[in-house]
C-alpha cells in the first residue's frame, strides 16, 4: 500500500492525446501557440460538448487549416459498446472497449430529479477491498481524464436519444479516484466547465477508499462539489479486515483529514457504509459508528450490499437495516438508506466486467 504514495500506473502516452483530456484554458493555450483567436476555445468546446460531434472535420465553423491542426494534435476518444444493458426501472450499463482493449463500466441512473452518470477511473483497481470485484484482476492501468470524460459524453449521448440531460456524474465506478488523482482533477473541472457539458459542482460526487494524502490536497483544491467516504467500518479491527487501504491509513488519520477537509471547504462529507451480514451491521456497530462520527458534519448513507459472486458476503436483513438506522437516528445521525437500482443488470460495482472476463477466460 505503501506503493500508492508514490507512483500511479500512467496511461499510454504513445497516441496522440485525447482532446477531452483538454482543459477550456489549456485549449486556449494550444490556440494561441498556433496563432489561432483564443475565442475558438468556446466554438471548439461547443462542438465537442453541445453539438457532441465525432470528427473534428464537422466543426463548421473553423477553417479546414485548424481542423487539420486538430485532428493532427488529438484524437476524439471513441469508446466501443461492447454492451449495453437496460433494467426495468431505467438504469442503463454499458460496457465500453477502450482503445488497447480493455474494458470499463459506465452506470446512467434514472432518478425523478434527473439522470446521474456513475463514471470508472481506472482499468481495476490496486486497493483490494475484500468485498469489492473490481479488484481481483488488480490495476491494469489509469485512465486518461479524457477517457472518463468520454464516458459522460457517451451516456448523454444515450439520454439525447429520450431527450433528456445527463444532470449529475458521481464518480462511483470501478477504481480509486483518488489514486488517479492527475487525470481526475482535469476530468471535473472539464465536465463542470460552462462551455463544457456545464455540470454544477453540487452535482458531482467524488468518492474515496480514504487515500488520506489526497483528502488533504483535495480540500485545498476547494471545488465545492459533494464528496463522500467509503467508511464502511466504525473501528480500525473490521475496516483492515474489510479494506486494506486501513492499514495504510488507519480510522484515526482518516478522520483528522476529512475534519480538515470540512473546516477548509465548509461542507459537509457522506459516509457511505455498506452493510454486509454479520460483519458491520449489528446495532453495537451502528452505536460505534455514531461515536467516531460524533461532532463531524456529515450524512450516512447506508447501502445494503448485493451479493457479490466471487466474495463469501451476504446481504444483511431488511429488519436489521431499519434496525441500524434507528440506532443513527436516535443519536441524531442525519441517516438514509439507499434505494437499489439496476437490481436486474449487475448493477453493483465491478460485476459485469468480472463476468465479462470470465467469459474471456473461458
Ligand atoms: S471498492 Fe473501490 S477502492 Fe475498493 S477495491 Fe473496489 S474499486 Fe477499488
Keep these: 500500500m505503501e506503493q500508492l504514495k508514490t507512483t500511479s500506473k500512467r496511461p499510454n502516452t504513445d497516441r496522440l492525446p485525447s482532446i477531452y483530456s483538454l482543459q477550456f484554458e489549456e485549449l486556449q493555450d494550444?490556440?494561441?501557440?498556433?496563432?489561432?483567436?483564443?475565442?475558438?476555445?468556446?466554438?471548439?468546446?461547443?462542438?465537442l460538448y453541445k453539438k457532441r460531434v465525432t470528427d473534428f472535420e464537422e466543426m463548421s465553423n473553423l477553417s479546414k487549416e485548424l481542423r487539420e491542426k486538430?485532428?493532427?494534435?488529438?484524437?476524439?476518444?471513441?469508446?466501443?459498446?461492447?454492451?449495453?444493458?437496460?433494467?426495468?426501472?431505467?438504469?442503463?450499463?454499458?460496457l465500453f472497449e477502450l482503445h488497447d482493449g480493455y474494458?470499463?463500466?459506465?452506470?446512467?441512473?434514472?432518478h425523478d430529479y434527473g439522470n446521474s452518470v456513475c463514471v470508472t477511473t481506472q482499468v481495476g483497481c490496486r486497493l483490494g477491498c475484500t468485498f469489492c470485484a473490481s479488484t481481483l484482476g488488480g490495476l491494469k492501468r489509469n485512465l486518461e481524464a479524457g477517457e472518463i470524460v468520454a464516458q459522460v459524453l457517451e451516456s448523454q449521448r444515450a439520454m439525447d436519444e429520450v431527450e433528456e440531460r445527463v444532470s449529475s456524474v458521481v464518480v462511483m465506478g470501478i477504481g480509486?479516484?483518488?489514486?488517479?488523482?492527475?487525470?481526475?482533477v482535469p476530468f471535473l473541472k472539464t465536465i463542470n466547465h460552462e462551455k463544457g457539458l456545464n455540470i454544477g459542482a453540487r452535482h458531482i460526487t467524488v468518492s474515496t477508499s480514504g487515500v488520506v494524502p489526497k483528502i488533504y490536497k483535495f480540500a485545498d483544491e476547494k471545488l465545492q462539489i459533494n464528496f463522500a467516504i467509503s467508511l464502511h467500518a466504525p473501528t480500525t479491527e473490521i475496516r483492515s479486515k474489510l479494506m486494506p487501504v486501513n492499514r495504510a491509513w488507519p480510522l484515526p488519520k482518516l478522520m483528522d483529514s476529512i475534519r480538515y477537509y470540512i473546516e477548509t471547504t465548509g461542507r459537509r462529507v457522506t459516509f457511505e457504509y455498506g452493510l454486509f451480514g454479520g460483519v458491520n451491521d449489528q446495532e453495537e456497530h451502528a452505536e460505534q459508528l455514531a461515536d467516531l462520527i460524533k461532532g463531524v458534519k456529515c450524512h450516512v448513507n447506508l447501502i445494503p450490499v448485493n451479493y457479490v459472486l466471487e466474495r463469501d458476503y451476504v446481504r444483511t436483513p431488511k429488519n436489521q437495516i431499519f434496525a441500524f438506522e434507528k440506532v443513527l437516528k436516535k443519536r441524531n445521525v442525519n441517516v438514509t438508506i439507499r434505494r437499489e437500482q439496476g437490481h436486474d443488470i449487475d448493477a453493483a460495482c465491478g460485476q459485469l466486467r468480472a463476468k465479462e472476463r470470465k467469459e474471456e477466460t473461458r
Design 70 to 94: 486538430l485532428s493532427n494534435s488529438f484524437i476524439l476518444t471513441n469508446l466501443k459498446i461492447v454492451t449495453r444493458q437496460e433494467s426495468s426501472d431505467g438504469t442503463v450499463k454499458f
Design 30 to 47: 494550444w490556440l494561441m501557440e498556433q496563432n489561432e483567436p483564443k475565442f475558438r476555445a468556446g466554438q471548439i468546446f461547443d462542438w
Design 103 to 110: 474494458s470499463i463500466e459506465t452506470v446512467v441512473m434514472r
Design 176 to 184: 480509486e479516484p483518488f489514486d488517479n488523482y492527475d487525470e481526475l
